[in-house]
């Protein structure tokens, strides 16, 4: 099992361009989330998906798209980057909603740097 | 918004105890959690505690939680160099369908 995974670990955007990150999960979780982490702040939730088909809006969702179009798949869009989207990007999933206990899973982070 | 607060770095000798507090201000939390992200790494699952527990050990964990205070600390014995790393502490939310993190400690673990 590959667990989370993310592409890509690094990019470098100019200001106005766009990009998507990918996240994949090979443990046929039905949750996935998009996080950013910036210094001192934590992470923050960006959107949620509960499914296959189906997104939510988070903390910070502005200037951010997604889209689940297959269950282990959570893509993250930016169609205009800003150098406040300077942060770096985890994707994580799970079993179930938060209502309960449930472990979130992470990938190991894109760190993207908008100039 | 609710806030989970922790302090941002802390520095212990190898083989001492670590202590690292955080605090959080809703007290419909269900399930508070601490997580290790390692450097270049995501975050991993340390441990957890329900909510209407008082203390939780496992191995050189133990996590204690203060609900009326709404402290929540995680202490590690016997502290190695490779418990250095970055600690999130977190919480649940039920009701919200929700998840907090705190800002994280940086752990240093002297030789």
């Known amino acids: 099992n590959a667990g989370v995974t993310q592409t890509p670990k690094f990019r470098v955007l100019k200001t106005g361009q766009s990009m998507t990150l990918l996240c994949a999960q090979d443990?046929?979780?039905?949750?996935m989330y998009w996080y950013r982490q910036d210094p001192g702040m934590g992470l923050r939730l960006i959107h949620y998906?509960?499914?296959?088909?189906?997104?939510a809006k988070g903390e910070v969702p502005d200037g951010y798209n997604v889209s689940r179009l297959k269950k282990q798949n959570f893509l993250l869009g930016l169609e205009s980057a800003a150098p406040s989207q300077t942060s770096v990007y985890f994707c994580?999933?799970?079993?179930?909603?938060?209502?309960?206990?449930?472990?979130?899973?992470f990938g190991p982070g894109t760190r993207l740097t908008v100039l | 918004g609710e806030d989970v607060e922790q302090s941002l770095f802390l520095s212990v000798r190898e083989g001492d105890s670590s202590v690292i507090n955080c605090t959080y201000t809703?007290?419909?939390?269900?399930?508070l959690y601490w997580y290790k992200q390692e450097p270049g790494a995501g975050l991993q699952l340390l441990t957890y505690?329900?909510?209407?527990?008082d203390m939780k050990q496992d191995q050189r964990l133990t996590v204690l939680l203060n609900k009326k205070d709404k402290h929540l600390s995680l202490r590690i014995a016997d502290t190695q160099t490779g418990d250095s790393a970055i600690y999130f502490c977190a919480e649940s939310i039920r009701d919200n369908n929700d998840m907090r993190f705190g800002a994280g400690t940086r752990l240093t673990v002297k030789p």
């Open positions: 994580a999933s799970s079993y179930s909603s938060w209502r309960g206990h449930n472990e979130q899973f």
């Open positions: 443990m046929n979780h039905e949750y």
């Open positions: 505690i329900f909510s209407n527990m």
């Open positions: 998906s509960v499914g296959e088909g189906t997104t």
């Open positions: 809703d007290s419909s939390s269900t399930y």
